[in-house]
């Protein structure tokens, strides 16, 4: 069996690393993922890479977020992820922080002075801080580089010898077999034609953007993207005390923010925006320097000044966000042979291993047995795509 994955970020790669620990005693197995452009080159990149166990619970998605947070300490054990993507348990915090002028009533100041002498959080302004609260500990919240940890499980599967990446040039559309709804392959941007027994779209927001065969209205999957600005910056003083492994959601009068410190530097990000439609391509991503420099001004509001260091990276991506706000994972419910795996939002990173894992089970062995909630599994089926209640989304 030939099965072609279309996308090299962490979704992509999980189903091919899962898929190739599966082929390792199967001679008849092989995988080739296509990218455009290169492997993590989009927000599996440029992400903060927080994994949180049991933040989906109040949703269907809880059960899939359990295992995946597993299995994300699995294979840090396996790969080494502490040495070789960051791999970390972290303390998480929120902090409702006011930016202007505070005020100075002997109660806020009597609660002020408490704050400073019992809060976790010394590296940021404590007299910006109006209230704090944690929200995870090193037994529920992790964090791993997203773009380290997709290229070493991309090596780790290219090792098995199973697994061929092909970047440099993207798919255009799905091949077709006759008449019929059976995809049997894809057509590259260039022309060429690639054949397979069953293709992947693990795509990102560019899943929406993959030609299908059908009408004009369900001829495209009910995927779009929107833009999210994020910096990473070191500290400005070397002596200064380094950032203990903490995850930080802020909370300011002007939108919401989260400081995720990683690997010797630190990450902040900003909300969405739609103020730029999805390029072609990863690499046609535009990044807005007002956003930027908002989040610059930001830092240097809420950070102490130790940590106002040089900023490594200005960047942007774009989150992959279904209409109905569910991914979609497994098999399309009208195009034989054609599976899904895209529009994962935010929980990308946390989500990519157990839908790796659900993929590689669903082609191999025709069920998923990694997650035995059938609430959770059918809650991303595409076969809802089909169904009545969900055709607003197409």
Same mark, same amino acid.
């Given at each position: 069996m030939h099965i072609i994955i279309v996308g090299a970020g962490a979704i992509g790669t999980c189903v091919a690393y899962f898929l190739s620990q599966k082929a390792i005693n199967n001679d008849d197995? #092989?995988? $080739?993922?296509?990218?455009?452009?290169?492997?993590?080159?989009?927000?599996?990149?440029?992400?903060?890479?927080?994994?949180?166990?049991? !933040?989906? &619970?109040?949703?269907?998605?809880?059960?899939?977020?359990?295992?995946?947070?597993? %299995?994300?300490a699995e294979l840090a054990d396996k790969l080494d992820g502490k040495k070789r993507y960051g791999y970390r348990q972290l303390d998480t915090f929120s902090a409702l922080l006011q930016t202007s002028e505070m005020p100075t009533t002997k109660k806020y100041k009597a609660n002020k002075q408490q704050k400073q002498k019992s809060s976790a959080i010394n590296w940021i302004q404590q007299d910006k801080v109006r209230r704090e609260e944690q929200l995870g500990t090193t037994a529920n919240t992790a964090q791993v580089h997203p773009g380290q940890f997709t290229q070493v499980l991309m090596e780790a599967a290219q090792k098995t010898g199973r697994v061929t990446l092909a970047c440099g040039v993207g798919v255009e559309s799905l091949l077709y077999e006759g008449e019929d709804n059976v995809v049997r392959g894809v057509i590259l941007k260039d022309g060429r034609e690639?054949?397979?027994?069953?293709?992947?779209?693990?795509?990102?927001? !560019?899943?929406?953007?993959?030609?299908?065969?059908?009408?004009?209205? +369900?001829?495209?999957?009910?995927? &779009?993207?929107?833009?999210a600005h994020s910096i990473v910056f070191t500290r400005a003083d070397s002596t200064a005390e380094a950032v203990?492994?903490?995850?930080?959601?802020?909370?300011?009068?002007?939108?919401?923010?989260?400081?995720?410190?990683?690997?010797? +530097?630190?990450?902040?990000?900003?909300?969405?925006? +739609?103020?730029?439609?999805?390029?072609? #391509?990863?690499?046609?991503?535009?990044?807005?320097?007002?956003?930027?420099?908002?989040?610059r001004l930001l830092r240097d509001i809420i950070l102490l000044p130790a940590y106002h260091g040089e900023i490594c990276a200005r960047q942007a991506c774009y989150l992959p966000i279904s209409?109905?706000?569910?991914?979609?994972?497994?098999?399309?419910? $009208?195009?034989?042979? %054609?599976?899904?795996?895209?529009?994962? #939002?935010? !929980?990308?990173? %946390?989500?990519?291993p157990a839908t790796g894992l659900m993929l590689a089970e669903l082609l191999l062995d025709g069920v998923i047995h990694c997650v035995q909630d059938r609430i959770a599994v059918d809650s991303v089926d595409p076969m809802r795509l089909s169904r009545g209640e969900a055709r607003k989304m197409i």
């Open positions: 197995l #092989s995988i $080739t993922v296509i990218e455009q452009t290169s492997v993590a080159c989009a927000a599996s990149g440029k992400a903060g890479g927080f994994l949180a166990r049991d !933040w989906s &619970d109040d949703t269907p998605l809880g059960p899939i977020a359990r295992k995946s947070f597993t %299995l994300h690639i054949k397979a027994d069953r293709v992947v779209v693990a795509m990102g927001p !560019w899943s929406g953007q993959l030609t299908m065969k059908g009408r004009r209205r +369900t001829n495209h999957l009910p995927i &779009d993207g929107v833009r203990p492994p903490q995850a930080l959601f802020t909370s300011v009068a002007d939108g919401r923010q989260s400081h995720e410190p990683e690997d010797g +530097t630190l990450y902040m990000c900003s909300a969405t925006d +739609t103020a730029e439609p999805l390029p072609p #391509s990863a690499d046609g991503v535009k990044v807005d320097s007002e956003a930027i420099e908002q989040l209409r109905d706000g569910s991914p979609l994972i497994g098999a399309h419910p $009208t195009h034989r042979h %054609l599976y899904l795996a895209a529009g994962h #939002s935010c !929980w990308g990173i %946390l989500n990519a």
